[in-house]
């Protein structure tokens, strides 16, 4: 049987390379200002970041939108600076792709999943016409997640209480995994794809098999309340955060392989605020932010215990809404920065870059706190002419020394599509679909009274001539030709 080790808040001093970490923040004129930060209360990021585009989430009326800002262009963002818009409903999640830095997913109350091509250099205009439309779920999408290493495989997980995994190459599902019994809170894949796990409000933390949709492992989380999960690299451990039953925040340690009781929890403080934890396997460093608060604490995990050694933690007055994380290859090598937040401060319509750094005298490359990490090349790049499920692949490795600048050669080509059914697992998904929005319910209900209107004048057409042809009928009964 498993023993719960309660750890204590103390931090405990050990030898460790990451001891003293700092957060440094960016100055105001590398920040990104006067950007309306969508007011939404959903528990998601609202922001996404690669090496070449920032992106994030904005208030707007009549649908979703969101912006795209090239990372160069610091500085205050104009009023009628272009959006992407054509979502109909709020947009709840985005991510962008992690082999091609130009495609983005993004989801919406409008219950679609769409995929956007982003022009060189950033939009000049509006851009309302998305590369692909994806309608499989029966709800508001509330989560997108790219798959680790296949490119063009895209995870979704709707209010629908299902997850659906979309072959891009042909812009249709291939499976539905439909396990949970409420709305799924949180996707997490392990490092080479072949497991994910998740968090839903039914209490319970899970870990999947994606291939065949099959539960391995299941914890009814009572006494420690899921909300977020995250996988701990190859150590075959999870990390999540959630509330206790004195409602308190709390981190747990999962093996996962056995999920019958953590292997330890530790409570953080009486805050109210969702917890999100951020992990990098190349340092084996925890980040803990919560969502409200002005901080960031920061650990170190390692497959023996204590197993979470308490670092440091960065200080700032300015509550977050939201974070977006650089991708590796996005960062300063030559400053040692190892994790780079890109902090949404809604109250002032600010985005504000946050550099963990190493401190380091020399200003060589310094190789051992930058390991060999997944790049920009998927491990598989295409599925269009094989069948799914496919064995995983580890992702493929690169040096940050010499190639964390160098971009991906890859392009999108957006199939073509022709409206049909679209079943997964012998189920119709787009059969009966109700109306996603308020607006498109009076069109549906407009176009419905036309067809009626249009029935009704054609019925009594039809009754006039029916009329016409019996009085004929009778005439040429009664003609004296026929006496």
Known sequence: MTVIQTMSWRPQYRSSKFRNVYGKVANREHCFDGIPITKNVHDNHFCAVNARFLAIVTESAGGGSFLVIPLEQTG?????????????????????NPFIDNII?????????????????????????????????SRRVGLVEWHPTTNNILFSAGYDYKVLIWNLDVGEPVKMIDCHTDVILCISFNTDGSL???????????????????????????????????????????????????????IALWDQEDLSMPLIEEEIDGLSGLLFPFYDADTHMLYLAGKGDGNIRYYEISTEKPYLSYLMEFRSPAPQKGLGVMPKHGLDVSACEVFRFYKL???????????MIVPRRSDS?????????????PAR?????????????????????????????????????????????????????????????????????????????ELAQKDIRIRQLQLELKNLRNSPKNC
């Open 76 to 96: 205050r963002i104009e009023p009628n600076y272009p959006k992407v818009c054509g979502h109909q409903g709020n947009v709840l999640d985005i991510k962008w």
């Open 105 to 137: 997913a993004s989801c919406s109350e409008d219950t679609s999943v769409r995929i956007w091509e982003i022009p060189e250099g950033g939009l000049k205009r509006n851009m309302t016409e998305a590369l692909l439309e994806l309608h499989g779920h």
């Open 196 to 250: 994910l796990t998740t968090t839903c409000k039914d209490k319970k933390l899970r870990v999947i098999e994606p291939r065949s949709g099959r539960v391995l492992q299941e914890a009814n989380c009572k006494n420690h309340r899921v909300n977020r999960v995250v996988f701990l690299g190859n150590m075959k451990r999870l990390l999540t955060t959630g509330v206790s039953r004195w409602n308190t925040r709390q």
């Open 345 to 355: 401060v809604t109250l002032k319509g600010l985005i504000e870059p946050i550099s």
């Open 365 to 377: 490359y310094q190789e051992d706190i930058y390991p060999m990490t997944p790049g920009t090349e």
């Open 381 to 457: 790049p295409c599925l269009c002419l094989q069948a799914f499920p496919l064995p995983s692949l580890d992702p493929v490795l690169m040096s940050l020394k010499e190639g964390y600048k160098k971009s991906s050669k890859m392009v999108f080509k957006a199939p073509i599509k022709e409206k049909k059914s679209v079943v997964v697992n012998g189920i119709d998904l787009l059969e009966n679909v109700p109306p996603r929005t308020e607006n498109e319910l009076l069109r549906m209900f407009f176009r419905q009274q036309d067809e009626i209107r249009r029935l009704k004048e």
